[in-house]
């Protein structure tokens, strides 16, 4: 298989998960054990938001912790895609929630959230 296979059978498999889940987090560890800091940022956020969430840890699969990057063309984990449409990292995140914009573009998106 040549990389470019590779590449796009990853590109599949993210597409995938970002088209079936309404929140996606690709992150270092998971939800229960994050293995960086930027990745535990990302998930206290989401989960003082109340919001459900697909989390795919990338240290799994190196492949796919590359793909991503290229996928996205954002060089740095976690990432954010929120009902198919990527948003970004760690710091956005958090300057997104900070200023009330990850709260609003959830809701504009239908999707829930417990803390406004």
Do not use: H
């Not at 990432?79 to 009330?100: A, N, P, S, T, V």
């Amino acid at each position: 298989m040549t990389s470019d296979n590779v590449n796009d059978n990853l590109f599949e498999q993210i597409q995938e998960e970002i088209s079936n889940n309404d929140i996606v987090l690709f992150m270092k560890g998971s939800a229960q054990a994050p293995q960086c800091g930027f990745s535990s940022v990302a998930v206290q956020i989401l989960s003082y938001l109340g919001v459900t969430f697909r989390d795919i840890n990338v240290l799994e699969d190196n492949e796919l912790r590359e793909a991503i990057k290229k996928f996205s063309n954002w060089p740095t984990i976690p990432q954010l895609y929120i009902k198919g449409e990527f948003i970004g990292g760690c710091d956005i995140m958090r300057e997104m929630y900070e200023e009330g914009e990850l709260q609003k573009l959830l809701q504009d998106k239908g999707i829930n959230v417990d803390a406004v």
